[in-house]
T-cell receptor, first 117, second 110 residues
Framework: QVQLVESGGGVVQPGGSLRLSCAASGFTFSSYGMHWIRQAPGKGLEWVTFIRSDGRKAYYADSVKGRFTVSRDNSRNALFLQMSSLRREDTAVYYCATDIKWGFEDWGQGTLAIVSS | QTVVTQEPSLTVSPGGTVTLTCGSSTGSVTGGHYPCWLQQKPGQAPRTLIYDTSNKHSWTPARFSGSLLGGKAALTLSGAQPEDEADYYC??????????FGGGTKLTVL
């Protein structure tokens, strides 16, 4: 069965960096575009970024453009999110999800990133 | 700033029918926005129910259906069950890098 397992969350100071990972299994990872979506504590969902299946093109929400970089390693079935210049408002649970027709299919359980001094 | 609008809260009786809607500040919602509907229960990750307006996943209960209604995307629940009590979010996609979630609807089954 499909499994998406996020990791790499933790506490980081404002201005710092964090790298999140999403380990995929149970499906042909290289055939799927992938998303990162986040949810601040007690708040709604926010789409963060999408990367195409071959990794050649990525798209970002304005709120993270220039600070976050998504990448993937299809040989390792892994998705990454490099987050830099972090702000308190980046505090959230970060989910990875597979893409289907501009929407989402499967979701991971999320990893919590806290930006705090 | 694009705003995607959902009802903040709705209540449905067990066995009843309720329609949740998803509107856009840019105008009418169409199939070209590829509306997607998600369910999230407390302490859990979201789960996608509907994608591309009306397509269901294998795990989507038959009582849920998606459509376009009066210039909005709609999620209809027919025959509500207690386990359907949850937050529901819609997503509209305008371009590859312009995808906006609604604020969510808290559905109570009572």
């Amino acid at each position: 069965q499909v499994q998406l397992v996020e990791s790499g969350g933790g506490v980081v100071q404002p201005g710092g960096s964090l790298r999140l990972s999403c380990a995929a299994s149970g499906f042909t990872f290289s055939s799927y575009g992938m998303h990162w979506i986040r949810q601040a504590p007690g708040k709604g969902l926010e789409w963060v970024t999408f990367i195409r299946s071959d990794g050649r093109k990525a798209y970002y929400a304005d709120s993270v453009k220039g600070r976050f970089t998504v990448s993937r390693d299809n040989s390792r079935n892994a998705l990454f999110l490099q987050m830099s210049s972090l702000r308190r408002e980046d505090t959230a649970v970060y989910y990875c999800a597979t893409d289907i027709k501009w929407g989402f299919e499967d979701w991971g359980q999320g990893t919590l990133a806290i930006v705090s001094s | 700033q694009t705003v995607v609008t959902q009802e903040p809260s709705l209540t449905v009786s067990p066995g009843g029918t309720v329609t949740l809607t998803c509107g856009s500040s840019t105008g009418s919602v169409t199939g070209g926005h590829y509306p997607c509907w998600l369910q999230q229960k407390p302490g859990q990750a979201p789960r996608t129910l509907i994608y591309d307006t009306s397509n269901k996943h294998s795990w989507t209960p038959a009582r849920f259906s998606g459509s376009l209604l009066g210039g909005k995307a709609a999620l209809t629940l027919s025959g509500a069950q207690p386990e359907d009590e949850a937050d529901y979010y819609c997503l509209l996609s305008f371009t590859y890098d312009w995808r906006v979630f609604g604020g969510g609807t808290k559905l109570t089954v009572l």
